[in-house]
């Protein structure tokens, strides 16, 4: 009998609960963990199916080298000397804009993020990419021009809402909110609660929806500027809520009155008294919107994530229970910066600035392979894989191959692996302490930390640790007095006192403090993550120390410390805080109001006509198919899941098509087919569905994995062009590729 050990899952952003049985240092039996307060039992597949994440045949064990011979493995020292020298070469000789941190947006290491973000910064460099770039920033853009800050977005309170409207997200499958198939299902079956949702294909959620507007795609911009058009003129505005809680009402309304509402709905393939009975429930409901990559990763990303704003907000639902809300956190997700400062850095090719202190991936090609000197060069890639998981895999494996430095710290050799000078072996999740700051809720804020339940097989270490290594080599570290080392060894709260007073007696050091008591107290604790959660618990913003004494913990100078012994003793995870139920007072926009005038969008939103976007969306000869990519559906789990046993004898990766379509193609229910774009063709089977609309296809993502020399599936990325994307934000198109098919 093995012994039951509580985690959590890393295969998504839920983090659901998990007790694990350990055997003979393996995972061998999985169910999900009724004492989590937030999952409380709850897990999927792709859970139950964990051990396949930590046990294979492709995990890293010690660092590795490539030579004109292959990866041969070296020691650590050398790994750590060798790096260290090229870096200081590379920024010597081409300044820093030549270095870029790509890392922090995996499910199973945040804590790295700190280290390698303030390493980055300690070579000079700003240039921080990650997968949150990949999905997030356009809609982060705009909730922090709504809010004042861009990590404070909201999210649906879908506890409380008399009516959830689902916008380009399966939820049923692809979850995004505690417990999803059960909330979902709950709010279906409610008579006194509608759930809605707008997708072209109906999806496992729209098979239980009370209602479903299968919008054509690449057009869900447009249905919200006629839904805004229909709410102002119909006169459903909550004019109370604009007078108390929104400024620049009076300066958009205009840009929705004279717009041909009717046209336009109908454009989208929709009933437009369907519409309008939707856009007046919003105003007589609590009513809570929930989009995901549907829209994200579609044309006109950060113009629908500002009009979705905008619909909910002059409706009276937002920062409202029952609404949308900004979420309580420990720790925000990103950070906030304005595009609008000079100071902020843009990228040099391409031109596109950071969006909450990050860079999409899908410019990094360009920004690599770019003529100008000061053209990246260098790239320490940590547990991300873009040759899997970004657009573009040609774009991706030429540049990369045009690196003076790649970098990868992972526990795979994946395919970016592959083309690394540097592979570094990283822990697992389950190998070390770590977690996560994506699981948001409201009011109460939720937290768990992983800790250590399998011991690693040869030598891999935190990335944190790796990070503070390197920092250390470069002579970024200075000297740590002895009492700080003492301290860190007889008792924390005298090692916080210690660490003050030597911070306050050399400011310098404070620009490298995670190094420091990554060194000192990391060291007595046996992990450089365990010790960077106590001293970011000591260290919390105001905002939250507010909320854990809402929820009962004690205020004071111990309440750093109290919090830490309580993450520590609830390995199934705990409630940390409470947030204010008074939502407005989380905004930090000048006034305390929402927002709702961002001047930047006009010129974008004037070219949101039906006539333009019937020349733009018109029927292609060469493409007249349009590929959504990046399918969620319960067989795959991003890159995370490379042993493809998991999926044995299961139909995982198909195209799926409308069977209209295949019988005017000629093709049937298991042909192999040829799928063409602009970038790239494969050869995929094909799964015949009506719940796909015509001349739509979708293809998962997560496959076209090398595993023990074999590829399993396709990859999707190969069929997406990194220059298709968002203008303002660089998110890619990944729903929404115009291709063809063909029998292969």
């Known amino acids: 009998m093995g012994q039951w050990k509580k985690s959590g899952c890393v295969l998504c952003a839920q983090n659901c609960g998990l007790e694990l049985e350990i055997e003979n240092n393996r995972i061998i039996k999985v169910r999900g963990d009724r004492d989590n307060p937030r999952s409380k039992g709850y897990v999927c597949r792709k859970g139950m199916n964990i051990a396949y994440h930590q046990h294979h045949a492709d995990r890293l064990t010690y660092p590795l080298k490539k030579t004109d011979k292959g990866f041969v493995q070296i020691t650590w020292d050398q790994a750590i000397e060798e790096i260290s020298q090229k870096l ?68 649906p309170d879908e506890h409380n809402c008399e009516m959830l409207v689902a916008i380009g997200w399966n939820g049923m499958v692809s979850h995004q909110i505690p417990r999803a198939p059960i909330m979902l299902k ?9 759930l809605v949702v707008i997708d072209p294909r109906k999806s496992e959620t729209a098979e239980i929806a009370d209602i479903h507007l299968p919008i054509k795609p690449g057009t869900d911009a447009l249905l919200t500027k006629a839904m805004i058009s229909i709410v102002i003129n119909e006169g459903w505005v909550d ?26 709905v109908e454009f989208c393939g929709l009933d437009y008294s369907q519409v309008r009975d939707l856009c007046k429930e919003l105003r007589v409901r609590k009513s ?18 500002y009009l979705q704003i905008i619909l909910f907000t002059i409706t ?14 420990l720790m925000p997700i990103s950070g906030h910066s304005d595009e609008r400062d000079e100071k902020t850095w843009r990228t040099v090719e391409t031109g596109y600035p950071a969006l909450c202190g990050l860079f999409p991936p899908n410019v990094m090609p360009e920004e690599i392979l770019s003529s100008k000197p000061d053209r990246l060069r260098a790239v320490m890639c940590c547990q991300s894989n873009p040759l899997r998981s970004f657009a573009d895999t040609k774009a991706y494996e030429e540049a990369f191959s045009k690196l003076d430095l790649l970098v990868v710290c992972e526990i795979a050799m994946t395919e970016t692996a592959k083309l690394a000078h540097y592979v570094l072996p990283s822990k697992s999740a389950y190998e070390s302490w770590d977690g996560t700051f994506f699981p948001w809720t409201w009011p109460e804020i939720y937290f768990q930390m992983r800790r250590p339940i399998v011991d690693p097989v040869g030598e891999p270490l935190e990335i944190s640790e790796i990070q503070t290594r390197i920092a250390d080599r470069m002579g970024f570290i200075p000297e ?24 306050k007696e050399n400011p310098a050091a404070a620009k490298v403090l995670p190094f ?10 046996g992990s450089t993550n365990l010790a960077s959660l106590w001293a970011m618990l000591m260290n919390a913003p105001g905002s939250f120390k507010k909320s854990a004494v809402r929820l009962g913990f004690n205020k004071g100078p111990l309440l750093g410390e109290e919090l830490f012994k309580a993450i520590i003793d609830h390995p199934e995870g705990l409630w940390i805080g409470k947030s204010d139920e008074d939502n407005f007072s989380d905004l930090s926009t000048e006034d305390k109001r929402v927002n709702i005038f961002i001047p930047e969008m006009k010129d974008w939103l004037d070219e949101l006509e039906v006539a333009k976007e019937r020349e733009k969306l018109e029927f292609n000869k060469k493409f007249p198919f349009i590929l959504s990519s990046g399918r969620h559906f319960p067989y795959n789990a991003n890159t995370l899941m490379r042993d493809p046993q998991w999926n044995d004898g299961k139909r995982a990766c198909t195209c799926i098509m409308n069977p209209l379509d295949a019988e005017e193609l000629g093709l049937k229910d298991g042909d192999i087919v040829k799928v063409v774009t602009e970038a790239a063709e494969v050869e995929i089977e094909l799964e015949l569905t009506e719940a796909t609309c015509r001349k739509y296809i979708m293809i998962p993502h997560g496959f076209g994995l090398e595993y023990q020399g074999k590829t399993t599936g396709v990859n999707a990325n190969l069929l997406a062009k990194n220059t298709h994307r968002d203008p303002f934000a660089g998110t890619p198109y990944h729903r929404y590729i115009p291709c063809r098919v063909e029998k292969a």
């Open 480 to 503: 740590i007095p002895q009492v700080l080392y003492d301290a860190a060894r007889e008792n924390r709260l005298k090692f916080g006192m210690e660490l003050m007073n030597y911070v």
């Open 239 to 264: 004019e109370e809520y604009i007078k108390n809680h929104v400024s620049g009402y009076e300066a958009i309304k205009g840009w929705f009155k004279d717009f041909d509402a009717k046209s336009a």
């Open 316 to 329: 009276g639902n937002f920062c409202v229970k029952g609404g949308n809300v900004i979420p309580g956190m």
């Open 288 to 305: 809570a919107y929930h989009p995901d990559l549907g829209v994200y990763m579609n044309r006109h990303s950060t113009l629908t994530s």
């Open 516 to 525: 420091i008591i990554a060194k000192t107290l990391g060291k007595e604790m």
């Open 88 to 155: 200081k070469s590379i920024i010597d000789q081409y300044g820093p804009r030549s270095y870029a941190y790509m890392g922090g947006g995996g499910q199973g290491c945040h804590f790295e993020a700190g280290f390698g973000v303030t390493l980055m910064r300690l070579l000079g460099s700003k240039y921080h990419y990650n997968a949150l770039a990949q999905e997030l920033t356009g809609q982060f853009w705009a909730h922090g021009r709504a809010t004042g800050r861009q990590y404070k977005f909201t999210i």
């Open 186 to 194: 709950e709010i279906a079956r409610d008579p006194n609660k509608l």
